[in-house]
């Protein structure tokens, strides 16, 4: 790597989480740097002002904030789309490229790209949502082909909210769907602290665990065409799935994979 790469992050208001975890799975890369731009985003639930928050009038601004910066890619740091469908974020980083000429990649298309590179169709949906927007997740997935064969989830709507539950209780709960079987365990929610938890429960459990921050860190060095086993300790995600390798129909020019000269 010949130069310093910076990869932009989009993120929820009231998130207090992302920002620091992206910054530790960086520590021992300094030639990677991440920087971030927030959108309002205070509850989430499925009523109308909770699903206005994630219109393009107040995301584009965020995400062409980022590119003043001249980020090698911008990432939207969240997971809305899992109640509001994959083509949404698809919609979106077809958006953010057009506005600002950077690749773009999100949370849940990350997921989405995770689970069928590793043929995980049977998951196990950790989340701290309300019943409703958890069924909704589900019903999303279940259509993509990747069905929640056991789910847990705090009942939370308050997006501040979600960053005091413990690690402990994120265990918890990742222990209990992984006894119900599973192919792979996914925290959905980039303002929970699953990304210490995940490394341990892989070795605790033999599955892999997946967490929304370290997807979108995982797909944003894919993205910008970075080998992910850069990031040392952090789980399966960046060494057993390191190369990069597009998925047919998962990528268009808002996500194309290309070398750092």
Not at 81 to 105: H, M, N, Q, V, Y
Not at 159 to 183: H, M, P
Not at 231 to 236: C, F, K, N
Request: net charge negative; hydrophobic share 45%.
């Amino acid at each position: 790597m010949k130069r310093s790469i910076r990869l932009g992050m989009l993120t929820p208001s009231s998130n207090t989480v992302l920002e620091p975890f992206t910054v530790a799975m960086l520590a021992g890369v300094p030639e990677i740097t991440a920087h971030f731009s927030r959108f309002k985003v205070t509850e989430i639930a499925l009523s109308d002002g909770s699903l206005g928050q994630f219109e393009l009038t107040d995301i584009l601004p965020a995400a062409e904030l980022l590119s003043h910066a001249k980020v090698d890619v911008i990432a939207w740091n969240g997971t809305s789309a899992g109640w509001l469908g994959f083509e949404r974020d698809e919609f979106l980083c077809e958006a953010i490229f057009r506005a600002t000429g950077t690749a773009a990649c999100t949370s849940i298309l990350d997921f989405r790209e995770i689970f069928d590179r590793t043929s995980a169709h049977s998951i196990g949906l950790v989340t701290p949502y309300r019943d409703d927007v958890q069924a909704k997740i589900m019903a999303n997935w279940s259509r993509a082909g990747y069905v929640c064969s056991a789910e847990r989830h705090i009942g939370l709507q308050d997006n501040y909210s979600f960053a005091d539950i413990s690690e402990q209780t994120i265990a918890e709960l990742v222990r209990e769907v992984a006894l119900e079987g599973c192919d792979a365990v996914a925290i959905v929610c980039t303002n929970m602290r699953g990304t210490r938890v995940a490394p341990r429960l892989e070795a605790e459990l033999g599955i892999p665990v997946y967490d929304s921050i370290a997807a979108t860190l995982w797909k944003s060095l894919q993205t910008v065409g970075i080998e992910s086993d850069c990031i040392r300790g952090w789980g399966s995600l960046f060494t057993k799935l390191k190369n990069i390798v597009p998925i047919g129909g998962q990528t268009g020019p808002w996500q194309r994979s290309r070398a750092i000269q």
